[in-house]
């Protein structure tokens, strides 16, 4: 067959669905699931832009197949929010003023919040080396700074 049977648990949903196997994460979420909130900045893991969390952990979804998750649960950007209430480190972004054009935001805040699930939010500076593989060409970095600090628990 083309397609493979997976079943994801996609922003506390379950999802069965059928994936070619040749399918990125990335491209799954985007063109066939419509979550366009993850971004496609350089599709081979340098920029972040399609940072999402697997399991709980940092993923570049550019990087990855999606038929290797099968039983994974998998959180966009668009699984943060609970109802109208922004998560915190949205929030944090939005109070900080953390983007300029916007489109790195996404993978940035995912990033961030798995970063505090991984805790390895001690010091700025190692805030700052886990947060290297998200770029911002606006160069927001200062704010995106701050508002992780202080979003953080
Ligand atoms: Fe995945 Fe750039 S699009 S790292």
Redesign the pocket.
């Known amino acids: 067959p083309d397609t493979l049977a997976i079943t994801l648990e996609l922003n506390g949903q379950s999802r069965q669905l059928e994936v070619e196997p040749w399918v990125t994460l990335?491209d799954l979420l985007r063109d066939r699931l419509g979550l366009t909130g993850t971004?496609?900045?350089?599709?081979?893991?340098?920029?972040?832009?399609?940072t999402v969390l697997l399991d709980g952990k940092r993923i570049?979804?550019?990087?990855t197949l999606a038929v290797m998750h099968d039983g994974c649960r998998l959180t966009t950007i668009e699984g943060l929010a609970r109802g109208d209430e922004l998560h915190p480190m949205q929030a944090a972004f939005v109070r900080h003023d953390a983007f300029q054009c916007g489109y790195c935001t996404p993978g940035q805040i995912c990033s961030a919040v798995g970063l505090a699930l991984e805790k390895h939010a001690g010091s700025r500076d190692e805030i700052r080396e886990q947060m290297s593989g998200n770029l911002c060409r606006c160069g927001a970095y200062p704010n995106i700074l701050a508002a992780i600090e202080e979003a953080l628990p």
């Open positions: 990335l971004k496609k900045g350089c599709g081979h893991g340098q920029c972040g832009a399609c570049n979804a550019c990087l």
